[in-house]
Structure formats: C-alpha cells, structure tokens
C-alpha cells in the first residue's frame, strides 16, 4: 500500500465532522457538464446542498462520483464481518431512496441524527431495507428506478451494501442480552461532556455557546434531538445505523458527534441569540428544502444527474482510474484480499476533486500525487488540512511542514498550485475548531490563469532535479532516524516532529514512487533524462540509517513502477539457488507472502487498543543485517497454494475480520533472498506513538511473529506480474523551451530560464549597448523589446516580470531570460488583473472568487444584532500587512479596491456610523467624471461561508450598448436616465461620491467584473466580447434585475443595470504568515529580510533576527 499498515483506533462517526455543508461547484461555471469525485466525503450533505443551490443549473449533466470507507478498527467486537468497513455507503443509499420514495421527514430525520429511535422509525427503516433486498443483484439494481440515478460503482460495492441492509433489520432481533449490554455502553458515552464543551466553544459564537451546549448536553442525555417528554420516552431503541461500524457491533460513535453539524445557523446567529428549537427548526427546514431540491431534480433531471458510490480506499481508487483499466488488483483497503474492480460507466477524469479532511491521516502529498493526473487543465481540488492549535501557532509553518517543502517548489513540481497562494486573498475565511485551524486549499493548474500563454514545455536539467526530488525524499523520511548517523549527532528538527507526531505518519517508499510518477508524467520527462535524474538520486549521500534497512524495498518498488532498474538488479541478478533452486525462471522482483498464526491476533489487538493507530512493517534479516518494508498488503485469511515448485502460485482465502489467521505481503529483489538463514517477521514500526506500549509487550526485538524463509508454512515465495503505466515522454511541439533555476543547494525554485532566438539586426543592436526592455503582458507572459522589435516569452506558471533579467548568449543570436515565479502579496496578487477571469463560450468564470446563487441566499436587514455580527466579520478582513501598507503614501491599487470594497460594506451594513447610504457614485480622480455607480439592495448571507456580502445593481455610465439594448441604449441614456431619477423619486437618497485614480478605477472594474461572474444567473451570448479578449461585456445588463423592476423609484434604470454580488475579500493566514517577520509579525522596514544561512525564515530587522535566533538555530539548515 502507499500508505504505513495500520489499526487506526477511531471512533465511529455516523455525523460527519467536516463542518455544514457547501457546494462542490463553487468553482465552476454554471453552465458545463461537470464530472465530481468526493472522498473520504462520509455523509452526504454535500451533494444534497449542491443540488439544492444549482437548483436553477441543472439543466446540464452532473455525475458524483463519492468514495469512503472507515479503517479497520480491531476491537473484541470487530471479528463480526468484514462488511462494517463501508457504513458511509449503507447510511447514504438509504437516505438518497428514502428521499426519492418521500418518506416522512420526520423518519429521516430520527434515523440519520438520532443514536435512539421509537419503533415507529425502526419499522420505517426495516420496512425500506426489505424494499431495497428485494433488488437481488447488481444488474437489478442498474435497471430499476433507484439505479437510473444513483449507481452502485462496484459488485463489492453492492454485496456489501446488501450485507448492511440484512444488518439493520435483523438487530432488533439480537439476543435481550446483548441489546441491554450495548445499550448500557452508549449509556457510558453519554456521561462524556468535555468534548461537547470543545466542540461549543469552537465553532460556534461565543455569544451562543450556552444554547449550542444545551442542545449537545441534551442530545448526549437522551440520544435524541426531542425535548417533548413523550417523544423521548418512545425513542428508546438502539439505532441500527449508529451501532454497526468498523469495529462491529459496539458502542463506537465519537464524543464529538453532532446532530446540526451539516446544517447553517449564520441566519439565526445574524438575529441574535437563538433557543434550541429555533436551532432545531432551523435545521429541520435546511434538511426539507435539500430534500426536496434533490428529489424535484431526479424526477425532472434523471438522465442528467448521476450519484455514484463506490467504497475503497482514495489511493487506490484514484490509481485505478488513472490506469484507464477497471482493475489494476490494487487492494479495496487494508487487512481486506478483494480488489477495486470499477464499473466501465465511470468517468476517467473529473472538473472537482474534494478529498475533504483524509489528507490529515492519507498525507497530502499522497492526494496529490494520486489526484492531479485526473483532473482536466480546468479542474479543480480540493484540501482540507487541520493545524494542530497549541502553543504558538504557526501556521505558515506547520503547512510547509506537511508539504515538505516550500509552497512555490512543491507546487511547481506537481503542477497544481494554491489560488490563495497566487492571488494574495480568500473568498473563505479561517476557521478555528475542535479539530484545530482548519486550513481550506483551493488547488488549479497554473496554466488555466492565463489562456494567452498556452502550454508550454519544462526541461529539467537531469542532475538537478535528482538532487533535488533527493531532498523532498530526505525531509519525508528523515522522521524515521532522529539520529544522524554520520557524526552521532541528534536531529533536532526530526526530533521534534517525531514526537509531535507520534503514529501519524502516512508515506512509505511507495508514496515516494507514486510522487515520482507523479512529477515524471507532469513535465513528460524523457527515459534518456529521467535516468540521470535518477543515477543523481540514489549517488546521494544517506546519512540516516534506517533509510539503508529501506533501500531494498526501494529499488524493487521503482522497477516494477517502471521508473528506474537500479544497476544492482542487472550486475547482481537473481540466481536458481535457495528458495528459486526449482523455478523456471526467476524474475528481478518477487512478492513474499508471510501467514501470521491465529494466536499472534491477540498481540496486534493489545496494540490496537493500547496505543493510538499502531503502525506496522516487515522485516526479512539475518543475524547481521535487516531489511525493512513499510509497504505491506494485508486480509484476514490465508492462501491457497496451487502453482507447483517449478511455477509457484497462490489465491487468497478471505477468512473472518479479526478471528482468522492473516497474511501479509510484500515486493522484494529476488537477488536479495539468496542469503542462508534468512528470516522473515512481522513488527510494530518504530515511532513515538507506540515505543514505549509496544517495548513493554514485545520486548526489545519488537518481533510479533518470525519465520525462516524456507518455513513452507508461513513463508510463500512468489512471481510479481506487474502492470506498467503508461509514460507520456512527448512535449508539446514549441520552439520556446522552459528550464527551472534552482538554489545553490538544489532544495527550492529559484526560478524560470528560457532562451529567446534574435535576429542578427537585434544582435548588432545588443553589440552596440542596445539594453532589452521587458515588460508583462499576462500573468504567464513577457514581451521582450530590443527598440521596435519584441519577442514573446511564455511559461508555466504565473511569474514576477519586474524582477526579470536578460543576458546575452555567447553565440550572440540568442538571450537568456530569467524571472522568478510570481508571489502574489509583494506584487498585490497576479499581474495585470488580480482577479482573472476563464473560460471559453459559456463557460466564463472567475478564477480566484468563488461562485454564489443569489436567489438561495438568505437577506438580512440592518440592526443592532447584525452590524455586531457583521463587525466581527470584519476584523478578518484586513491583515496586519495591508493596515500598515494602508499607511504609506503610495497605496497599491489592490489594497485601494479591497478598501473601497469595505467601505461599501461597512457603509451599507451599519459597521461605519459615520457613513450610511444606499448609492455610490465612483468617478476617476484625474478627470472627476462619473464612471461607475452601485446601488445596493441589501444584505444576503453566504452560508457556507459564514459570511455576507451586498446585493448590488452596478451602472458602467461609460460601456457602450451591446445590440440588444439598441444604440440608444448607451452611455448618455443611462447617465441621463440616472440623473433624472436622482433629481425626482432618487432625490431623497444622497449619493455617497468617491473618487479613485485611473489606476485604482481599472482594478475595481476588473473585481466587478469577476464579482460578475460569481454572480450571474444569465448566460453570455454568442458574440459576447469577454470570451475571446477576456473583457467586460453588456450580456448582464438588464438581466437578473426583477428586484429593481418592482421599485418604482429605481425602474426606468433596470436596462442599464449588472447584478453583482460583493463579498467579504479576506487574506490568507498562511500566506500573511510566510511573507512577514516570524518574530513581530510585521512587514518589511521597507523590505523583509531572508535569512542567509536557511534562506526559508523572514526577518523585517537585524534585530528582530537576533532576537530570535536562539529559537531558529536548531532548525537553521545551512
């Protein structure tokens, strides 16, 4: 597996954590076709918000695609069936039909929230779970009315969906013995309050906190949301939905479980201080209107919107699907024998990718790794990852750890980058709960920014990139040696990580080889290139020892991905000696299958439930040396040997989860099993979450289970039928060629290097002094002028042309350009235009705000409860960073459009007292005439969010007419129309006059017009300008405008009028952190400094790096 084998020691979460819901398609046009992959989703929320808030999209095809399973938990109940690894899908089919078959709410309600239920809802449940068996097999299920919209993805999927549905309805038939045991441990969990409180005071304001902990005291109480005596009364069965799970048939759901965790409350909160009931009904009417939305949209809409489950583990589902094949024998999960087997109705690559919160225990570098390569140039991912709260946060650094690396290199390596990281803002603000600060990346191909700039090829220099992708490979696994063996001297750094991390540690040498393909196959590296990349590699110097104990697994694990066959494989090949003495053949790599008695499941058990998530290894060693192999295969069973001693082979045989013998398995050199006396064990791997358990239990030799190599029993030895991915190795046909420029230590991206060919009239002029001016005509491109001839330049990724630098060639008819990638806080986001538009046709988007529906948007009026609300909203919105450029007397353009932007909204919202009005008259400062007006309608919430934004009618005085409105329609008729009604029914509103420089104007037209985007509800017309010069066009003008149309007072303006949302713009804790002095917080004094040495710690003064230098010394890497 690409991930460590483990027992993960979780609780059951029936109500998923993630926080309410929002919509997957916040970042795509509301016009395309578009294909959604969900994992680690847990419950569905998301899909019905979606459906709710595209309510008016959705005549295009939509197709989910949502895939989770819960990790094998090894408890004293969890021998029971193998079924229980794949509750989310159960849980989520039942409550998609009954939503289909419009079930009484109530029902739902009780049977998805509750952990006790009355026999009424019980009865529902089974009556609907003997409807859903009645569908005997997968094919009955593809025809009947169910399976026209919601697909079963997988046979697997399907026999352990029915598996579950047998387990609902035959619980209450369990013996009197065994309910009353279970219910008295739910009874056990209801007496724990410390994690409600956390929860509480977490995510909720603390205004409210009180009522939110009544209503979670109350829930944990009685196991329901009632407050009425009766009902509560009645509600005493246990829930089948809430007791199977993972680890069987137990009492597992975490503490932190939470009735209204999926739902919104920011209209309640917005109002004041709610009671429980209000909560509750609030929540209740959120689930009715999903409901319906999703069911209104599969009678109407059933050929277009498809919702598909498939229950596997992400790695491996996201590996199968790159394969382009619908099976690569890559394993469902861990400790299981089947294999992800993909219906052919599946899409091979998707516009969304939400992978929710599993990069946490997954490794985000594993997401990516596997993700990227289904995502289309336009696609989109998306991260969340939890910083831990505690002590110092700091954020900025705790994300470069999980990368391991800075953000610049490692997204250029993999081809995707964070938009907040580009832009220098966030449609979505910060939050800080339970979990700790959650950290919501926003995931692109640079490429798709900037359409001018086309694709263009990258050529690495082949020795660089392999002391470079060294070093990644050094940071990743440098956790396992705290110890640098070469001069006896601790690892500081790793030291203290290890400890911080204890267990979670989730890359093996096979993650490392999934990122190299990864990386390979994003630059279409060539073999004759990719080889020195990977001779550079393995020359490096490994100064920590347990990489040695590694290296085997290694090198096998890079042959059979077709990667590099490491010349040890072909100087030493294997011979038909010892265990290979009767082959036929034997192959550079084989696979050891190691049967672990019966008895041994006791110890694995003991540290399952004594140490947090225990990780474990193989190991095959003599008296003088071991090797180590993290990336093991496991199930419950044993094998069936059916090959002979001249052709070895073997199947699995499944046996019961828990209560069987097991096997592992492993890839190995052949060469490296000709050694005598070789043993092959199985071992809890070294780390500080279960060192000191496990050395009390095992020993100082940490051995759960060894065999020699020639124990017939245990040990089988076979061949590896390995499946080659393919490699693209051709670049795009260019004559411009793109070389990466890293630092002296080959650790970060310094930058991009392209050679321009010159004519020889250009060359003479270079001669005689002639200096190159280069100017940024995109985020991706320059123009390079020598006098009145120019050359274009291209490159991957969005770049800093005010820092580039020419040189000439020696041969004189070339020049090199330099220029670093773009950085978006000291230039103020991307060149040019901040916030970029995309798209071809009907497809137009912003790149970098997300996208609102504005009829499913909640108003609200101005009050005293509200500007409070809105207050708090706004101390977010401004960083340190900006209040101080705020103060210098050259103010960026970015920062004046973001303090317009606030001053609208705190004008409108009653946060400014000073200032209160309705219409805003924006004229250029240079001319003093009146280029923009906004009128503002009021209020609305974005829930998911948790924020708001102003619903405003924007009149451009100066764009011209655009064929429908006729030629009458332009810039004086609207500019008349508007001056009449402000002298006559207008003349009781004052107009608020602001003025803006030029410069600033041009950037604020520009977020209008991305606001634009995020907001319209029309589709622009075939001849509209903005799709081929990326400009703002008439196609709103008049559209969306009923509102205006039923004022009296604003009518006669609706033609001329664009409907705009505009949002909260709030900065990036993690970027305003990188980019500020680690020890004040401030910004430069004028520019921050690097320090010398690591080259990765800012500093705005000599003496705040003085100050704190004691601190950075052990982490200072020179």
């Known amino acids: 597996?690409?991930?460590?084998?483990?027992?993960?020691?979780?609780?059951?979460?029936?109500?998923?954590?993630?926080?309410?819901?929002?919509?997957?398609?916040?970042?795509?046009?509301?016009?395309?076709?578009?294909?959604?992959?969900?994992?680690?989703?847990?419950?569905?929320?998301?899909?019905?918000?979606?459906?709710?808030?595209?309510?008016?999209?959705?005549?295009?095809?939509?197709?989910?695609?949502?895939?989770?399973?819960?990790?094998?938990?090894?408890?004293?109940?969890?021998?029971?069936?193998?079924?229980?690894?794949?509750?989310?899908?159960?849980?989520?089919?039942?409550?998609?039909?009954?939503?289909?078959?419009?079930?009484?709410?109530?029902?739902?309600?009780?049977?998805?929230?509750?952990?006790?239920?009355?026999?009424?809802?019980?009865?529902?449940?089974?009556?609907?779970?003997?409807?859903?068996?009645?569908?005997?097999?997968?094919?009955?299920?593809?025809?009947?009315?169910?399976?026209?919209?919601?697909?079963?993805?997988?046979?697997?999927?399907?026999?352990?969906?029915?598996?579950?549905?047998?387990?609902?309805?035959?619980?209450?038939?369990?013996?009197?013995?065994?309910?009353?045991?279970?219910?008295?441990?739910?009874?056990?969990?209801?007496?724990?309050?410390?994690?409600?409180?956390?929860?509480?005071?977490?995510?909720?304001?603390?205004?409210?906190?009180?009522?939110?902990?009544?209503?979670?005291?109350?829930?944990?109480?009685?196991?329901?949301?009632?407050?009425?005596?009766?009902?509560?009364?009645?509600?005493?069965?246990?829930?089948?939905?809430?007791?199977?799970?993972?680890?069987?048939?137990?009492?597992?759901?975490?503490?932190?479980?939470?009735?209204?965790?999926?739902?919104?409350?920011?209209?309640?909160?917005?109002?004041?201080?709610?009671?429980?009931?209000?909560?509750?009904?609030?929540?209740?009417?959120?689930?009715?209107?999903?409901?319906?939305?999703?069911?209104?949209?599969?009678?109407?809409?059933?050929?277009?919107?498809?919702?598909?489950?498939?229950?596997?583990?992400?790695?491996?589902l996201c590996r199968t699907i790159a394969s382009g094949k619908s099976t690569i024998s890559l394993p469902v999960s861990q400790w299981r024998s089947g294999v992800v087997q993909l219906d052919h109705d599946l899409p091979s690559s998707f516009h969304v990718v939400d992978t929710s919160s599993i990069s946490d225990h997954l490794g985000i570098l594993n997401i990516l790794a596997v993700a990227i390569p289904l995502l289309p140039e336009d696609g989109v991912l998306y991260t969340d990852t939890v910083i831990p709260v505690g002590g110092k946060l700091e954020v900025a650094k705790e994300f470069i750890e999980l990368l391991h690396g800075d953000v610049d290199t490692m997204s250029?390596?993999?081809?995707?980058?964070?938009?907040?990281?580009?832009?220098?803002?966030?449609?979505?603000?910060?939050?800080?709960?339970?979990?700790?600060?959650?950290?919501f990346t926003t995931w692109k191909r640079p490429a798709s920014v900037d359409s001018i700039a086309g694709s263009v090829p990258v050529i690495w220099d082949g020795r660089m990139l392999g002391r470079l992708l060294f070093g990644l490979y050094n940071r990743i696994f440098s956790l396992e040696d705290t110890i640098d063996w070469t001069n006896f001297r601790i690892n500081h750094q790793a030291f203290k990580r290890s400890l911080k991390l204890g267990n979670r540690l989730p890359y093996t040498r096979e993650s490392f080889v999934l990122m190299l393909q990864s990386i390979r196959g994003n630059f279409c590296i060539p073999d004759s290139t990719w080889t020195l990349v990977m001779e550079e590699f393995c020359n490096q110097p490994r100064s920590f020892g347990f990489d040695n104990a590694s290296i085997n697994e290694f090198k096998a694990l890079l042959h059979v991905k077709g990667l590099y066959s490491h010349p040890a494989l072909n100087t030493n090949p294997p011979q038909r000696v010892?265990?290979?003495?009767?082959?036929?053949?034997?192959?550079?790599?084989?696979?050891?299958?190691?049967?672990?008695?019966?008895?041994?499941?006791?110890?694995?058990?003991?540290?399952?439930?004594?140490?947090?998530?225990?990780?474990?290894?193989?190991?095959?060693?003599?008296?003088?040396?071991?090797?180590?192999?993290?990336?093991?295969?496991?199930?419950?069973?044993?094998?069936?040997?059916?090959?002979?001693?001249?052709?070895?082979?073997?199947?699995?045989?499944?046996?019961?989860?828990?209560?069987?013998?097991?096997?592992?398995?492993?890839?190995?050199?052949?060469?490296?099993?000709?050694?005598?006396?070789?043993?092959?064990?199985?071992?809890?791997?070294?780390?500080?979450?279960?060192?000191?358990?496990?050395?009390?239990?095992?020993?100082?030799?940490?051995?759960?289970?060894?065999?020699?190599?020639?124990?017939?029993?245990?040990?089988?030895?076979?061949?590896?039928?390995?499946?080659?991915?393919?490699?693209?190795?051709?670049?795009?046909?260019?004559?411009?060629?793109?070389?990466?420029?890293?630092?002296?230590?080959?650790?970060?991206?310094?930058?991009?290097?392209?050679?321009?060919?010159?004519?020889?009239?250009?060359?003479?002029?270079?001669?005689?002094?002639?200096?190159?001016?280069?100017?940024?005509?995109?985020?991706?491109?320059?123009?390079?002028?020598?006098?009145?001839?120019?050359?274009?330049?291209?490159?991957?990724?969005?770049?800093?042309?005010?820092?580039?630098?020419?040189?000439?060639?020696?041969?004189?008819?070339h020049i090199q350009l330099f220029v670093p990638p773009s950085r978006a806080l000291p230039d103020f986001g991307l060149h040019g235009n901040p916030f970029p538009t995309v798209g071809h046709q009907s497809g137009l988007h912003s790149w970098n705000l997300s996208r609102l529906n504005l009829s499913q948007c909640p108003s609200i009026g101005v009050s005293d409860s509200t500007t409070t609300w809105c207050e708090n909203r706004f101390t977010r919105m401004v960083s340190k960073r900006e209040l101080s450029s705020q103060q210098s007397t050259d103010i960026p353009a970015f920062i004046k459009a973001k303090g317009l932007l606030g001053f609208i909204l705190s004008s409108t919202s009653g946060v400014n007292r000073n200032t209160s009005s309705k219409i805003f008259e924006i004229s250029e400062a240079e001319t003093d005439k009146l280029k923009l007006v906004v009128l503002v309608d009021g209020l609305k919430l974005d829930l998911p969010s948790d924020s708001f934004f102003a619903d405003v009618y924007v009149l451009d005085v100066e764009q011209a007419s655009h064929g429908q409105l006729g030629p009458a329609a332009g810039q004086g008729e609207a500019l008349s129309v508007y001056n009449k009604l402000k002298a006559t029914t207008l003349s009781n509103l004052t107009p608020l006059p602001l003025s803006m420089r030029k410069h600033d104007l041009i950037m604020w037209k520009q977020m209008i017009q991305a606001l634009t985007e995020c907001s319209r509800s029309w589709t622009h017309l075939p001849y509209c300008i903005a799709q081929e010069r990326h400009k703002a066009c008439n196609c709103g003008r008049g559209q969306d405008v009923a509102a205006v149309k039923e004022n009296p007072k604003w009518a006669p303006l609706a033609p001329f009028l664009t409907r705009v949302a505009l949002p909260i713009i709030f900065p990036v804790p993690v970027l305003e952190a990188m980019e500020s002095c680690s020890v004040c917080e401030e910004g430069g004094k004028p520019n921050l400094l690097r320090c010398s040495r690591c080259t990765r710690v800012f500093y705005c003064s000599q003496e705040c790096q003085r100050k704190d230098w004691k601190e950075h010394k052990p982490d200072c890497k020179a």
């Not at 390596?413 to 603000?429: A, E, M, Q």
């Open 578 to 813: 010892g265990p290979f003495a009767s082959w036929i053949e034997v192959p550079l790599v084989v696979r050891i299958y190691l049967v672990v008695p019966l008895e041994k499941v006791q110890i694995v058990r003991q540290l399952a439930e004594n140490t947090s998530d225990p990780l474990f290894q193989c190991r095959v060693h003599d008296a003088v040396s071991a090797s180590m192999f993290n990336s093991v295969d496991a199930f419950f069973g044993t094998i069936e040997d059916i090959g002979t001693e001249s052709q070895p082979m073997v199947i699995p045989q499944p046996g019961p989860f828990g209560s069987s013998p097991f096997v592992l398995s492993f890839l190995i050199c052949a060469a490296d099993l000709h050694r005598d006396n070789l043993h092959v064990s199985f071992h809890p791997r070294h780390s500080f979450g279960s060192l000191q358990y496990s050395f009390s239990l095992l020993g100082p030799h940490q051995e759960i289970f060894s065999a020699k190599l020639s124990d017939k029993r245990h040990v089988h030895i076979v061949p590896y039928d390995y499946w080659l991915p393919k490699m693209s190795n051709s670049l795009s046909s260019t004559a411009q060629i793109t070389r990466p420029v890293l630092d002296d230590k080959c650790e970060s991206l310094r930058g991009l290097s392209t050679q321009i060919q010159i004519t020889d009239h250009d060359a003479q002029r270079l001669a005689l002094g002639i200096v190159p001016e280069v100017l940024q005509t995109s985020p991706r491109s320059l123009k390079v002028s020598i006098e009145d001839h120019s050359y274009d330049a291209h490159f991957p990724v969005p770049v800093r042309g005010s820092f580039s630098k020419v040189t000439r060639r020696q041969d004189l008819a």
């Open 412 to 439: 250029f390596l993999f081809g995707v980058h964070p938009v907040d990281h580009l832009s220098g803002f966030s449609s979505r603000t910060f939050t800080i709960s339970g979990r700790g600060f959650a950290q």
């Open 1 to 316: 597996m690409a991930r460590p084998l483990t027992f993960r020691n979780r609780a059951f979460h029936p109500i998923s954590d993630s926080g309410p819901a929002t919509s997957l398609l916040r970042d795509v046009a509301p016009e395309p076709s578009v294909n959604i992959l969900a994992l680690g989703c847990g419950d569905i929320r998301n899909v019905l918000y979606t459906i709710y808030s595209e309510s008016k999209n959705l005549n295009r095809k939509l197709d989910f695609t949502f895939c989770d399973i819960e990790p094998a938990v090894l408890s004293k109940t969890s021998q029971l069936a193998l079924a229980f690894l794949k509750y989310f899908t159960a849980r989520n089919i039942i409550l998609l039909t009954m939503i289909l078959d419009n079930v009484d709410i109530d029902t739902i309600w009780n049977l998805f929230l509750h952990i006790y239920i009355d026999q009424k809802t019980l009865d529902g449940l089974v009556l609907h779970c003997n409807k859903l068996l009645q569908l005997s097999t997968h094919n009955d299920w593809a025809a009947s009315d169910y399976g026209k919209s919601i697909h079963i993805g997988s046979e697997h999927t399907f026999d352990e969906f029915r598996l579950h549905l047998v387990l609902y309805t035959q619980m209450n038939d369990l013996p009197v013995t065994r309910l009353a045991a279970l219910k008295a441990d739910f009874k056990e969990l209801s007496h724990s309050e410390a994690a409600v409180i956390l929860q509480t005071v977490t995510l909720y304001p603390k205004e409210v906190s009180d009522t939110c902990f009544d209503l979670f005291k109350a829930y944990w109480t009685v196991g329901t949301t009632f407050s009425d005596p009766t009902d509560i009364s009645a509600a005493t069965l246990l829930n089948p939905t809430f007791v199977y799970s993972a680890a069987g048939q137990a009492a597992q759901i975490s503490p932190t479980t939470n009735p209204i965790s999926p739902f919104h409350f920011t209209e309640l909160f917005v109002k004041g201080k709610p009671t429980v009931r209000e909560m509750l009904e609030t929540a209740k009417a959120q689930l009715v209107a999903w409901s319906s939305a999703f069911r209104v949209a599969i009678q109407s809409h059933d050929s277009s919107l498809v919702i598909r489950f498939i229950t596997s583990d992400a790695l491996a």
